[in-house]
């Protein structure tokens, strides 16, 4: 006859491992809730940075409606736009190795 409590022991080591596996590697497991955790982790940082851009563009977006000295600037600087009777001058450096003043002219008489 064999013992009853070592039918016990086996069942509760048997419970004890499948449980432990749940714990483990489960849907709720210890493994993925430091998965999750990474990930809300680098969430939180892309957020803030975003939060950040927001308040910079909110900022720009309400010095745009409330000055013009802003949106001149800014046609000045992405559309290039000038004032009436404003003299623009751009210089362009020569591109380096390019041959500018070589005193060869071409004359047609």
Known sequence: ???PGR???????TMALFLGYALLFG??????????SQQMAAQQSINMDMQQRNAALSAEVQDLRKGSDALE???RAD???IRDRE???RYVEPAPGSVTGSGSAVSSR
């Open 1 to 3: 006859m064999q013992d």
């Open 27 to 36: 849907k709720g497991g210890l493994l993925r809730i430091r998965v999750l």
């Open 79 to 81: 559309l290039g736009m």
């Open 73 to 75: 600037e800014r046609a």
């Open 7 to 13: 039918w016990m022991r086996f069942g509760l080591a």
């Open 87 to 89: 003299v623009y001058y």
